[in-house]
């Protein structure tokens, strides 16, 4: 089964940017979607943004739409998420998941293996 590590968390301030990292432990890498989720204290785990096996084609969730990129190269089984204009309501950690499923897939359910998660503290 593959396994995912995150990476790329840590303290900044208000409009402040990080670049995650997600690299997993196989070659098939490239058969899978990748999504990003993000849980904040007393939340639930929610979707952050999602692309497809070629990196083609991604979505993204409205909160952070315009700010967040995601991005994956194949080559290094890695998959990214660069934070822009960060923001307290950002404040999180951070979780990589792959999924086989072909469309822009926003529910936990079908994803299937996930990270560790990366701490992602947005203060002044």
């Known amino acids: 089964q593959v396994q995912l590590v995150e990476s790329g968390g840590g303290l900044v301030q208000p409009g402040d940017s990080l670049r995650l990292s997600c690299t997993a432990s196989?070659?098939?890498?490239?058969?899978?979607?990748m999504g990003w989720f993000r849980q904040a204290p007393g939340n639930e785990r929610e979707f952050v943004a999602t692309i497809d096996r070629s990196g083609r084609a991604t979505f993204y969730a409205g909160s952070v739409k315009g700010r967040f990129t995601i991005s994956r190269d194949n080559a290094k089984n890695t998959v990214y998420l660069q934070m822009n204009n960060l923001t307290p309501e950002d404040t999180a950690v951070y979780y990589c998941?792959?999924?086989?499923?072909?469309?822009?897939?926003?529910?936990?359910?079908?994803?299937?293996?996930w990270g560790q998660g990366t701490q992602v503290t947005v203060s002044s």
């Open positions: 998941a792959t999924s086989i499923v072909s469309g822009s897939v926003v529910q936990q359910k079908y994803y299937d293996t």
């Open positions: 196989e070659r098939t890498f490239n058969s899978y979607r």
